[in-house]
């Protein structure tokens, strides 16, 4: 079966970091973009950032304005999200997504399997 399980969130003060890690199985993940996106109380599902196959492309949310870098180990079947400079508006659930296509989808429909996500708050 699929799975995609994030690990990593938590509780921290504005101006600091988390890296969240998602361990992937069930599919071909070395063959899948995997995206991050997060959703806060109240609000849409909203995109964070995408990595292609071998880790060479990648494409951000504006919101990210460099504090967030995507990462992905093939070997290790495993997608991350560095997080800098965090925010209280970063506060969310983050989720991380897989996509068997060639592009780097930016939007929720572009994405076949999701994980359960992982808390992130970050206090001011």
């Known amino acids: 079966q699929v799975q995609l399980v994030e690990s990593g969130g938590g509780s921290v003060q504005a101006g600091g970091s988390l890296r969240l890690s998602c361990a992937a199985s069930?599919?071909?993940?070395?063959?899948?973009?995997m995206g991050w996106f997060r959703q806060a109380p109240g609000k849409e599902r909203e995109f964070a950032a995408v990595?292609?196959?071998?880790?060479?492309?990648?494409k951000y949310a504006e919101f990210v304005k460099g504090r967030f870098t995507i990462s992905r180990d093939n070997a290790k079947n495993t997608v991350y999200l560095q997080m800098n400079s965090l925010k209280p508006e970063d506060t969310a659930v983050y989720y991380c997504?897989?996509?068997?296509?060639?592009?780097?989808?930016?939007?929720?429909?572009?994405?076949?399997?999701w994980g359960q996500g992982t808390q992130v708050t970050v206090s001011s």
């Open positions: 069930g599919f071909a993940f070395s063959n899948s973009a």
């Open positions: 997504a897989a996509d068997l296509g060639f592009d780097l989808p930016t939007r929720i429909d572009g994405y076949m399997y």
């Open positions: 990595i292609s196959w071998t880790g060479g492309h990648t």
